[in-house]
C-alpha cells in the first residue's frame, strides 16, 4: 500500500492561495509521472492546471479536483495553516479538507491500480477563486483532443459524519441578482418634491420573497430565493434617497435556469418598479446525475469498502460539477468536510488513508 500522507503534507506546504500555485501544480505533475501518467501543464490566464492520463484499457475513469485552497484566516492557528503537521494523528493544513487530502488520496490509490486501466486527472488551480480559467478552459481542450471521461469523481468534501455516508449526484443552481432604482432625493417633510425609490422597490423584494418558486423534487429540496442586501448610503432620518440598490441570490433546483428566473424577476420587477435595473450572473446551472448503472458501481464500492451505504445527496453549494455535468456523467465523493475553510481545517490520518483505500475500490470496480 502507498500512503498518502506524505503527498498530501507536501500539498499542504505549497502556499496556493487561489490564484496562486506556490508549486503545488508542479509537484503533483512529479508524483503522477512518477507513477507512469502522462502529464500535460496547461496554463490558462495565468492559472495553472494539468491534465494526466494513464492506460488504454475499458471506460475512461476521470478524477477532477484542484490544488488552490482559501486564505488561512485572521483566527489563530494551532499549527502553521502551510506546515503539514501531524498532531496526534490529525493532519492539520489550509486544504487538508478540501481538497488537497483527497488529491493525495486518489492518486495514491490510482498508483496502485492496474497500470492498463483507463485513468485520467483533471486538477486545476482555480476552484476556490473565479472558475473562469480552470476546469471549463481544461474541459474545452479535452473535448477538442477527445480525452473527455465516460465517468467523473470530483473529490470535494462530500461527508457529513462518517466517511462514505453521503454522495453527491447534483447540484442546486446559483444566481445573483443585483437591483438599483434611481429616484430623486429630497425633504422627507415635503415628499411631492421628491421621488422615494424606497416605496417602489421594497414591494418588488417583498413579492421576490413571498413567491414560492416550487416545492422540490425527488432528488432537490425547494428553491430558494434570499434578500442579501438593501442599501440606501442614507446617514440622515430626513432626507428621502436619491438611489436604492438590492442583491439576493437564488439556489435553485433543476425545475428551473438562469433564463426562466431571469425572466419572472424581469416580469416581477416591472409590475412595480420598470425603471429598475437588474443586472443578473448566475454561476452555474443546476444539475442531476441520474442514478444509474456507474453511481450504482460508485455506492456499491463505498458500501463494501466502509459498510456504509452512502445517502445520494444535491445540497450544498456549487463546486465544479457544474461544469463536468456539461460533458460526461459525473459525482461528488471525499472527506468529512466538516473543517473545510475555518481554522485549523485537518483530517484524521487515518480517514486519508482510508478514503484513498475507497478510492482504489472505486478504481477497481470500474475496471469489472
Known amino acids: 500500500m502507498i500512503d498518502p500522507l506524505p503527498l498530501a503534507q507536501a500539498l499542504l ?20 509521472e512518477s507513477y507512469g501518467f502522462n502529464v500535460t501543464r496547461l496554463t490558462f490566464g495565468g492559472i495553472e492546471n494539468l491534465y494526466a492520463e494513464r492506460g488504454t484499457m475499458g471506460p475512461r475513469l476521470c478524477f477532477a479536483g484542484h490544488t488552490d485552497v482559501v486564505p488561512p484566516g485572521s483566527g489563530a492557528w494551532r499549527h502553521d495553516p502551510f506546515g503539514g503537521v501531524v498532531d496526534n494523528g490529525v493532519l492539520y493544513g489550509r486544504g487538508a479538507c478540501d481538497m488537497k487530502g483527497a488529491v493525495a488520496a486518489f492518486v495514491t490509490a490510482a498508483a496502485q491500480a492496474d497500470q492498463r486501466q483507463r485513468l485520467s486527472f483533471l486538477i486545476t488551480g482555480d476552484e476556490e477563486g473565479d472558475a473562469v480559467d480552470g476546469t471549463v478552459r481544461v474541459l474545452d481542450w479535452m473535448q477538442t483532443n477527445d480525452k473527455i471521461p465516460d465517468f467523473c469523481i470530483v473529490g470535494e468534501p462530500t461527508c457529513k459524519v462518517k466517511l462514505g455516508d453521503v454522495v453527491k449526484i447534483g447540484r442546486r443552481g446559483s444566481l445573483n441578482a443585483r437591483i438599483t432604482l434611481a429616484g430623486r432625493q429630497g425633504h422627507a417633510a415635503y415628499p411631492h418634491l421628491a421621488d422615494n425609490p424606497i416605496h417602489k422597490l421594497l414591494p418588488a423584494l417583498a413579492a421576490m420573497a413571498a413567491h414560492r418558486l416550487d416545492a422540490g423534487t425527488e432528488w432537490f429540496e425547494p428553491s430558494s430565493l434570499q434578500i442579501t442586501s438593501v442599501d440606501v448610503g442614507n446617514i440622515a432620518s430626513n432626507v428621502i434617497p436619491a438611489l436604492m440598490s438590492a442583491k439576493l441570490n437564488i439556489r435553485f433546483n433543476d425545475l428551473h435556469n438562469a433564463a426562466s428566473l431571469s425572466d419572472w424577476l424581469t416580469e416581477t420587477l416591472a409590475a412595480f418598479a420598470p425603471q429598475a435595473d ?14 444509474g448503472p456507474a ?13 456504509v451505504a452512502p445517502k445520494l445527496d444535491t445540497g450544498g453549494g456549487t463546486s465544479d460539477a457544474r461544469f463536468i455535468s456539461r460533458y ?10 466538516t473543517s473545510m475553510h475555518q481554522v485549523d481545517e485537518c483530517v484524521p490520518v487515518s480517514e486519508l488513508r482510508q478514503l484513498s483505500d475507497i478510492y482504489l475500490a472505486i478504481i477497481e470496480s470500474f475496471t469489472a
Open 295 to 307: 453511481v450504482t458501481q460508485l455506492v456499491t464500492a463505498i458500501t463494501n469498502a466502509t459498510g
Open 278 to 291: 437588474l443586472q443578473i450572473h448566475c454561476s452555474g446551472e443546476a444539475f442531476l446525475t441520474a442514478p
Open 13 to 32: 506546504r505549497c502556499p496556493s492561495v487561489t490564484p496562486q500555485d506556490a508549486g503545488a501544480q508542479a509537484y503533483l505533475a512529479g508524483e503522477l
Open 328 to 337: 460526461c456523467p459525473v459525482a461528488e465523493f471525499g472527506l468529512v468536510g
